[in-house]
């Protein structure tokens, strides 16, 4: 039976015209697409032109004997082994030479589906865990974009930071990397191994928060029906991360701050103590210093927090980064659809004059909005981007004109006008160049024009 999206290409490489066609035959039937070789020499040619994802191999061709040419056709993608003259000692040498199964001929319709299916799912399975390896152990180093001086001293820190036991505080507005930065910590201490488990502060309730972070018993509330491991269970041995630890509230400052003062907690509705076996990294886009002073955070829980803090740049105070981040954002994007894509200079002047108030958050979604908009093309251009004209280093003088001296309100009026005339930004872009609310934009508007 065919199923969609699950079609292989499959070389069979056997010398026997019957069985070779036979093979095939039932290899389409299975949905796959199937190709017939006679010789080690014509399987050459034939991978030359399209990589296979599946070869079957007759162990005796008139060019090939024996499990010589098995590794390297391993190398380009699973093998199948066929012969007529099978032996246990012989199949152990075909796996040994790097062969994903050794099929006996002639070969029964189930046996060959089975074999197929169960050699390219296991390719497959494979191919994804080396992708999630590469992604787990290249993460900090490769997403961590970066050489300008602001951003070296930040790795720098990290450097210094990363082998201790020591809590961290992450500063920053909201999108300039605070996250990227506490996964570089924790893969650059000794707890590399263990788990980096984040809890977003913002997204839970009280009650919800504390039964995530320190876990609960059973019957500690109405539905808790069986005990329940918090996230610093769960961390044990690794990293917990709290993102946006200002936003926590008093109860659970004062709980987080035992934890850190002596190693021990307790669960949700719990008598016993339990050892908390984490290192703490927090972030925060406040200054809880302030939040302290006014009685909004527990400064003795700040001043737990702050051993070492790091402070991330936003991105207008790292321009020489914009581009380098820009493109890897392109390149990794382009790999995922088959694309290959550059920005125009025009476009990354645009990207170099813009303030980024959204900072690398909002630098990703504009170049993904770039590739979008900028469909089969190679080059994205400025208009892909849908930045505000004034960010695109464009000409942006103007004149005002009046038939008398204006005053404050009608020259300020006249200005918004003009600018919102000749930008083709959204309402909402306009007002955050000029530095007023929509609200304002849409007052002015109906001022003009009162049928607004």
């Known amino acids: 039976m065919t199923i969609p999206g699950k079609s292989k290409s499959i070389l069979v490489i056997e010398d026997d015209a019957t069985l070779n066609r036979l093979i095939v035959d039932q290899l389409k039937r299975l949905g796959h697409e199937a190709r017939g070789v006679s010789s080690l020499e014509k399987a050459d040619e034939a991978v030359k032109t399209q990589e296979p994802d599946l070869i079957m191999l007759d162990l005796r061709l008139p060019d090939s004997t024996g499990t010589g040419d098995i590794g390297r056709l391993s190398r380009i993608c699973p093998v199948i082994i066929l012969t007529a003259f099978g032996s246990v000692e012989q199949a152990v040498q075909t796996v040994q030479a790097g062969a994903a199964d050794f099929l006996i001929k002639p070969v029964s319709p189930g046996r060959l589906e089975l074999a197929v299916t169960r050699a390219l799912e296991t390719a497959d399975m494979r191919r994804k865990i080396e992708i999630l390896e590469t992604q787990v152990k290249g993460r900090p180093g490769n997403r961590m974009i970066g050489e300008s001086a602001a951003f070296v001293r930040i790795r720098e820190m990290i450097g210094l930071v990363a082998p ?75 990293t917990l991360f709290l993102d946006e630890i200002g936003e926590i509230s008093p109860s659970i400052q004062a709980k987080l701050l035992r934890v850190l003062e002596t190693g021990r907690y307790r669960r949700l509705g719990g008598t016993r103590d339990l050892a908390a076996n984490v290192r703490f990294v927090a972030a925060t886009n406040r200054e809880l210093a302030d939040w302290a002073k006014k009685g909004k955070f527990r400064e003795d829980l700040y001043y737990r927090l702050t051993a070492f803090v790091i402070s991330v740049p936003t991105l207008k105070e790292r321009r020489e980064d914009i581009l380098p981040i820009a493109r890897h954002f392109v390149e990794t994007r382009a790999f995922q659809r088959n694309l290959r894509k550059q920005f125009s200079p025009a476009a990354e002047k645009a990207l170099t004059g813009y303030a980024w108030p959204g900072n690398i958050r909002e630098l990703r979604n504009v170049v993904e909005r770039g590739l979008l908009m900028s469909s089969n093309a190679t080059t994205i251009a400025p208009e892909h981007l849908s930045l505000p004209r004034a960010s695109r280093g464009e000409e942006s003088a103007f004149t005002l004109s009046f038939e008398r001296t204006p005053n404050l309100e009608e020259l300020k009026s006249a200005y918004y006008r003009r600018i919102l005339e000749g930008s083709k930004a959204s309402k909402s872009d306009v007002a955050r160049i000029m530095g007023i609310s929509e609200r304002s934009i849409y007052r002015i508007l109906k001022d003009e024009n009162p049928e607004i």
């Open 164 to 238: 201790a036991e020591t809590t961290v505080l992450i500063e920053g507005e909201s999108g300039v990397g605070k996250e990227l930065v506490a996964e570089a910590i924790h893969e650059g201490s000794a707890r590399a191994d263990g788990p980096l488990i984040t809890i977003d502060c913002t997204t839970l309730q009280e009650n919800l928060l504390e039964s995530e972070l320190f876990g609960h018993e059973r019957g500690a509330f109405t539905g808790a029906d069986r005990k329940k491991e918090g996230l610093i269970e769960a961390a044990a041995g690794g």
